[in-house]
């Protein structure tokens, strides 16, 4: 399977505790994006990479999120100190260029205790 | 900003019946347009897309036309089946994509 893939599929955690999910995008795609997706609402945009540079961060991804793709392939994103809003389904997709179809992989859904 | 505005749901129809599911958009520039589907317990997956005004994207019997003068992109079936049943997203492009928030389809047998 060549598509975008995320690890772990479900996590559960308590409250305060870090989390960190992976994402691997599509081998040739240099574009990286994150998704939140809360019940019933559609993905709202959190950050993107292009290779390894962190381009754009949306006012929704707090200080205590932070991203990272440290060789332009497979990226982290990590929360500390999760609180029960931080529950939500976290999607990540990837694309080829600027404008290109994003392909999304299958989310981490977060929920936190 | 750009935004995307969609059809409240549950939208739920019979089988065979004919669907509109509408979509406007708020954008500066000429963004690509999108429709996304979600089937139960599954990821985000592109259903059709449209990169210029009067486009026509298709896929699997859907169709939706880019409308610029409307500012449009309405999702459109002849013949729904069960297996339609599934959340729907219109979402716009420029780097980073807008969607909007979702419309739940469910089709009756």
């Known amino acids: 399977d060549t598509g975008v893939s995320q690890d772990p599929r479900h996590k559960i955690t308590k409250r305060g505790q870090n989390v960190t999910f992976r994402c691997d995008p599509i081998?040739?795609?240099?574009?990286l994006y994150w998704y939140r997706q809360t019940l019933g609402q559609g993905p709202e945009f959190l950050t993107y990479?292009?290779?390894?540079?962190?381009?754009?961060k949306s006012r929704l991804l707090s200080d205590r999120f932070s991203a990272e793709r440290p060789k332009g392939s497979f990226s982290t994103l990590e929360i500390q100190r999760t609180e029960q809003g931080d529950s939500a389904m976290y999607l990540c997709?990837?694309?080829?260029?600027?404008?290109?179809?994003?392909?999304f992989g299958p989310g981490t859904r977060l929920l936190v205790l | 900003g750009d935004s995307v505005t969609q059809m409240e749901g549950p939208v739920t129809l019979s089988e065979e019946a004919f669907l509109t599911i509408n979509c406007t958009y708020t954008?500066?520039?000429?963004?690509?347009l999108f429709w996304y589907v979600q089937y139960p317990g599954e990821g985000l997956q592109l259903l059709l897309k449209?990169?210029?005004?009067?486009d026509k994207g298709s896929n699997k019997g859907f169709e939706a036309t880019y409308r610029k003068e409307t500012t449009s992109f309405h999702l459109e079936k002849g013949s729904v089946q069960v297996s339609d049943s599934a959340v729907y997203f219109c979402?716009?492009?420029?780097?980073?994509?807008?969607f909007g928030s979702g419309t739940r389809l469910s089709i009756r047998p």
């Open positions: 997709a990837s694309s080829l260029k600027d404008g290109a179809t994003q392909y």
């Open positions: 081998s040739e795609h240099n574009r």
């Open positions: 990479f292009q290779n390894e540079a962190q381009l754009e």
């Open positions: 954008a500066t520039g000429y963004p690509s």
């Open positions: 449209a990169t210029k005004a009067d």
């Open positions: 979402a716009l492009s420029a780097s980073k994509i807008i």
